[in-house]
């Protein structure tokens, strides 16, 4: 596995934060295959169950707060990286709304830290920041959003991604162009995956439900997202990531990392999905009415990284919900023994689909 993405993250020093969540600690363990030396640095550990509890990962893990640019330069002094994976941030929308200034405070003067730290340290020579394809100002149509259109933001958690962009392209222009160091930003579409275990999430939601044989409750089942596997976005960042650190300049942008159109599929479509794999599970429509605006239409146009990165998805809708189900469903009845191990094989099933496919970071 070592020999992925052109065996660059071998012996690498990658600083990782927020690895104690869902996304960070799928990447941290693929970043521990390829070999890399992976520092972690995240506020805490997230929810209860938690997957980076469950990977027991050997690596280094910071407690801290991205909002202290003191931490952040203690760790980055001590431990040298030579990337920058940064994903730490405030991801819930709902929770957005009642907890507005710790999402503005972590999501855009927590970049802002990162960014102008990573300044200070001769051996950074790559930094990719994870923002969200909410980034953009959604205008609800049928078109996916390309990497050149507005930012914008309804709630906290979308405005604060989009200013997050913002902030990242000014110091990109400001100030990384005229280094060695290169940046680039990343937006994902709606990910999934075993292990995810945050409040008022769709799969958490269904999946907690059914650990306690009650009916899970949908909200807003015509809602339409890009679904895709966690480990599709993160080929993308590791992909990215690559071309930074072998310098190559002309990556040093916005991506858009999202499925191909067949798994942009509503709400509904996606827990009828899951309820084929596993019978156990069970959902009904919410009757009330929420006060709280969440986006009905939502796509990504990744025509860009299709091209330039030559990066395509893997897996189709169909696999990625039953990858997902049957990690919770082996995970909640116990199937085996060391539930690390499970994340473990859809990794290597993940590479082997994309070996299949002659995907080019397999090469």
């Keep these: 596995m070592q020999k992925l993405f052109n065996g660059i993250y071998k012996d690498k020093v990658v600083l990782l934060t927020g690895h104690t969540g869902f996304k960070g600690s799928w990447l941290a363990l693929w970043l521990h295959q390829l070999g890399a030396k992976v520092v972690g640095f995240s506020k805490d550990i997230p929810t209860t169950p938690s997957h980076w509890q469950v990977l027991n990962l050997p690596i280094v893990s910071i407690i801290g707060d991205i909002r202290s640019q003191a931490e952040i330069e203690n760790a980055i002094k001590e431990h040298q990286p030579d990337i920058i994976f940064h994903l730490a941030a405030q991801a819930l929308v709902r929770y957005s709304y009642k907890n507005d200034l710790e999402t503005f405070t972590t999501n855009i003067i927590g970049t802002a830290n990162m960014l102008h730290t990573a300044l200070k340290f001769p051996s950074i020579k790559a930094f990719v920041n994870i923002t969200s394809d909410k980034a953009y100002e959604n205008k609800e149509w049928i078109f996916g959003y390309r990497e050149n259109d507005p930012m914008g933001g309804h709630d906290p958690y979308s405005a604060s991604k989009g200013c997050a962009e913002l902030v990242t392209a000014s110091y990109r222009n400001s100030y990384f162009q005229h280094t060695e160091k290169l940046l680039a930003s990343a937006r994902a579409g709606n990910v999934i995956g075993g292990g995810d275990w945050a409040e008022d999430r769709l799969i958490p939601d269904i999946f907690k439900a059914t650990a306690a044989k009650q009916t899970a409750i949908i909200r807003n089942p015509n809602a339409t997202r890009p679904w895709q596997h966690v ?70 146009d ?62």
């Design 302 to 363: 990744c025509s860009k990284s299709n091209f330039f990165l030559n990066w395509k998805p893997v897996w189709n809708f169909e696999q990625t919900i039953l990858y997902t189900t049957n990690w919770y469903k082996d995970y909640l009845q116990h199937k085996i023994d060391n539930t690390a191990e499970r994340s473990l094989d859809d990794l290597k099933n993940y590479i082997k689909d994309a070996r299949n496919k002659n995907i080019n970071w397999t090469q």
């Design 231 to 300: 480990l599709e976005p993160l080929s993308g960042y590791l992909l990215l990531g690559q071309n930074l650190l072998e310098g190559n300049a002309t990556t040093a942008e916005a991506w858009n990392f999202g499925p191909d159109d067949e798994a942009t599929r509503t709400v509904l479509s996606l827990a009828e999905t899951i309820t084929k794999n596993w019978k156990d599970v069970a959902f009904e429509i919410a009757t009330e009415e929420s006060n709280l605006h969440e986006a009905n239409l939502l796509k990504l």
